[in-house]
C-alpha cells in the first residue's frame, strides 16, 4: 500500500509539473513558420479529404511522414482554428515522455526517487518545454521512440519471451518512423543502443522470433505510407527522397563543433549538466557506477552521432536531453544523499547560486523591461517580485545552512522557480511580441463571401506560410500579366503586397478591395518586423 501511494505522489508531482511546463499560457507564444507549416497541412487535409497525400498550400507535402498532421487534422475536425489545443496534443506528448522517462529509469536503477528527479529536470529544460509548447513534430518522434526504448528494455529483461513488450517496442517503432522518418532512429535510439550494449550487454537468447516479429511490426507500420506515396506519385516521391538526403549534407551546415554549446539547452540546469559529465569525478563517488556510466555513454554518444552529420540546428540537439536529465538527476541525488565534501558543497553551491541570482535580479528586469514600458501591472509586478524574492530566500537557506546542504528543498525551489515563471512570467513576456498595429488575415475566415472563392497571389511575390495558415486558404499563384488567364479565373480572391488597384488596372475588371493586413506579431520598430507579412486582399470580380 505505502509502495502503491508513493507512485502515486510521483504522478501527482510529475502531471502537476508537466501543467505549467506545457499546458498553462501556452498561448503566448506566437505561431512561427514550422507551426505555421504543420497546422495549414493539417487544415488542408480537411478541406480537402485528403488525408494520405499531404499538401501544404496546394503542393505536395511528402517531406515529412503524417502521424502528427494527422493528429493535428483530428483536432482541427473537432475544434477548428483553435491553436491552443494544437499545442495541448504536443504538451500531451511532451507529458507521455517524462512517464516514459520516469519508468525507464526506475527499470534501470530500481530506485523510484531517481526516477522522479528525471523526469522533473526533463520537463524542466529549455528545449523540451519550448518544443512542448508548440505545435511541432519533433516532440511526437522522440515521445514514441523513449516508449520503444521503455518497453525494449522490458523484454530483454525479462525473463521469457515476452512477446507483448516486443511487439510493442515495434509498434512504437512504427509510429515514431511515421512521425519524423528516421530522425529519432539515428538520434536517440541508435546512441541508447551504443550504451546499453556497452554497459549492460543485455542477452536475447531465447528471444529470437519475437525480436524479428518486432521489427516486422515495426517494417510495417513504418512503411506502408512511404511505399503509398512512392505508388501514388513515384516521380515526385524519388525527388523528395533525393532533396532530403542532400539537406542532411548540403542544408543549414555548420561545423563539427558547432554543438559544443549544447548544455545551453537544459536551460536553467545548464551548469548542474555539466557538472554532472565530469564522469571522472563523480564515478568514483556515484553509488550505481554502471547506470551512471551508462547515461555519461548515452549522452556523449548522441553528441557525437549528431555532430559529424552537416545539417545542425539547435532544436535537433532534443534527444541529448533525455539521457542528459539522467546525468543530472545522477549528481542531484549523490548531493542529496551522500556526505559531501567541502568541495563538492561548495560546487552545489555555486550551481545554486546561479540560480538565487537569477530570482533575485528578475524584478529589477521586469521592472525595466516591462513596468517602465507599461507592459505590467502593478499587482502582476509585486506577484511575481515577492514569489521570486521568497524562492530565492527558500533555496539560499537550504544551501547556505551551516550545519547541512538540504539538497532536496534546493531542487524543490529549482522546480518551483520554474512554475513562477511558466505560471505568471510569461503573461508579460508574451506582450514582447505583440504589435498593437497587429490586423490578422484570420479575420478573413469570418467574412462569408469569400469562403467559396479561390484565392491567388502574383507568382513572383512569395507568399509566407503563416498567412496560409492564418487564413485557412490555399493561396495558389497566377500570372497576373496573362488577362485571358485572369479572367477564366474570375471571381477570386487576391492577395498582395502592392497595391492592387495598380495591379489590375487595365485588366478589365471590378476591385472591391478588403482590407490591408499585418500578421507580424513583431512591432514595427523591431529589426525581425517582416514586410512580407503586409498584405492587401481584394475581391477580383468581372466587370
Not at 517503432?173 to 522518418?181: A, N, P, V
Not at 539515428?186 to 521489427?215: D, E, N, T
Amino acid at each position: 500500500m505505502t509502495d502503491s501511494r508513493n507512485y502515486l505522489i510521483h504522478y501527482f508531482i510529475l502531471l502537476v509539473v508537466c501543467l505549467f511546463a506545457f499546458f498553462v499560457n501556452n498561448q503566448v507564444i506566437p505561431a512561427d513558420l514550422m507551426e505555421s507549416r504543420n497546422l495549414a497541412t493539417a487544415q488542408e487535409m480537411i478541406h480537402t479529404d485528403n488525408y494520405l497525400m499531404p499538401t501544404m498550400n496546394g503542393e505536395p507535402r511528402l517531406e515529412k511522414p503524417p502521424l502528427p498532421t494527422w493528429i493535428a487534422a483530428g483536432v482541427e475536425l473537432l475544434i477548428p482554428g483553435n491553436l491552443i489545443v494544437q499545442r495541448y496534443m504536443a504538451g500531451i506528448s511532451a507529458t507521455i515522455m517524462a512517464f516514459f522517462l520516469y519508468f525507464l529509469v526506475i527499470r534501470l536503477t530500481k530506485n523510484r526517487n531517481l526516477g522522479l528527479i528525471s523526469s522533473l529536470v526533463l520537463v524542466s529544460c529549455f528545449n523540451i518545454i519550448l518544443m512542448g509548447r508548440t505545435a511541432t513534430w519533433d516532440i511526437y518522434c522522440h515521445s514514441f521512440m523513449l516508449g520503444a526504448i521503455y518497453f525494449l528494455v522490458l523484454g530483454l529483461e525479462e525473463k521469457g519471451r515476452q512477446w507483448k513488450w516486443f511487439i510493442l517496442t515495434g509498434i512504437f517503432l512504427g509510429l515514431s518512423f511515421l512521425s519524423k522518418g528516421p530522425v529519432s532512429f539515428y538520434a536517440l535510439l541508435l546512441p541508447f543502443l551504443i550504451s546499453y550494449i556497452i554497459m549492460f550487454r543485455p542477452s536475447a537468447k531465447g528471444k529470437g522470433l519475437p525480436i524479428l516479429v518486432m521489427l516486422l511490426v515495426c517494417l510495417i507500420i513504418s512503411t506502408w505510407w512511404p511505399v503509398y506515396a512512392r505508388l501514388s506519385h513515384p516521380e515526385l516521391s524519388v525527388a523528395v527522397a533525393s532533396k532530403e538526403s542532400s539537406s542532411w549534407l548540403g542544408h543549414n551546415v555548420r561545423p563539427l563543433y558547432y554543438y559544443w554549446q549544447f548544455p545551453a539547452e537544459a536551460g536553467i540546469w545548464a551548469v548542474f549538466w555539466v557538472t554532472s559529465l565530469c564522469w571522472f569525478y563523480w564515478k568514483r563517488k556515484i553509488e550505481n557506477r554502471r547506470m551512471y556510466i551508462f547515461s555519461i555513454v548515452w549522452t556523449f554518444a548522441a553528441f557525437v552521432l549528431l555532430s559529424v552529420i552537416p545539417e545542425k540546428k539547435t532544436r535537433y540537439l532534443l534527444p541529448m536531453l533525455i539521457p542528459g536529465a539522467i546525468n543530472i538527476a545522477f549528481y542531484i541525488y549523490y548531493c542529496a544523499t551522500a556526505i559531501m565534501s567541502r568541495k563538492e558543497k561548495n560546487i552545489f553551491r555555486f550551481n545554486m547560486s546561479l540560480i538565487i541570482l537569477i530570482l533575485l535580479a528578475l524584478p529589477v528586469a521586469l521592472y525595466i523591461m516591462f513596468m517602465k514600458e507599461s507592459m505590467m501591472g502593478l499587482p502582476m509586478y509585486i506577484a511575481i517580485s515577492v514569489l521570486s524574492i521568497a524562492l530565492a530566500v527558500f533555496i539560499a537557506l537550504a544551501v547556505f545552512n551551516k550545519h547541512r546542504v538540504d539538497v532536496y528543498k534546493a531542487f524543490t525551489g529549482v522546480i518551483l522557480t520554474m512554475i513562477v515563471v511558466e505560471g505568471l512570467c510569461l503573461i508579460p513576456i508574451g506582450r514582447m511580441f505583440i504589435n498593437d498595429d497587429r490586423h490578422s488575415i484570420k479575420m478573413l475566415r469570418d467574412i462569408a463571401t469569400v469562403q467559396n472563392m479561390p484565392f491567388y497571389h502574383d507568382q513572383d511575390e512569395y507568399v509566407r506560410m503563416e498567412l496560409v495558415y492564418e487564413a485557412n486558404q490555399i493561396i495558389r499563384p497566377l500570372d497576373i500579366s496573362d488577362s485571358i488567364d485572369i479572367q477564366s479565373k474570375l471571381p477570386f480572391v487576391f492577395v498582395s503586397g502592392l497595391p492592387i488597384d495598380s495591379l489590375f488596372s487595365d485588366k478589365n475588371v471590378t476591385i472591391e478591395v478588403i482590407d490591408t493586413f499585418d500578421n507580424n506579431w513583431q512591432k514595427k520598430t523591431s529589426r525581425k518586423y517582416n514586410k512580407d507579412l503586409v498584405k492587401e486582399v481584394a475581391i477580383i470580380r468581372k466587370k
